[in-house]
């Protein structure tokens, strides 16, 4: 099923329906956002992180069990595989 335009949820802008990313779960299919804006925002989530972790202290036992929490997180969200994971845990568990 092709969607001939959609308006973008974020820029606002009209574009062709092959500007968006598709969407399974979605009633026409496609993201809410144009593949640009996409782009955008993941750039903005991907930075996130780095600059909350830097205001936040954490003393050596917070900092593990933080990492092992993303390290698990990213195996349950398939980014990295069991060996990675475990690797991963490992370094965290012995630093
Ligand atoms: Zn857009």
Redesign the pocket.
């Known amino acids: 099923m092709l969607t001939l335009s959609k308006t ?1 949820s ?2 606002n ?1 009209e574009k062709p329906g092959t500007a968006f990313h598709k969407r399974k779960d979605r009633p026409d299919g496609l993201q809410t ?2 593949k ?2 996409h782009k955008d925002r993941q750039r903005t989530w991907a930075r996130k992180p780095d600059e909350l972790m830097g205001e936040i202290e954490l003393n050596p036992s917070q900092k593990r069990e933080v990492y092992s929490g993303v390290i698990l997180r990213m195996y349950d969200l398939g980014i990295i595989s069991k060996k990675t994971s475990h690797e991963a845990l490992e370094r965290v568990l012995k630093a």
Do not use: I, K, L, Q
């Open positions: 973008c974020t820029c802008e956002s144009c640009d804006c």
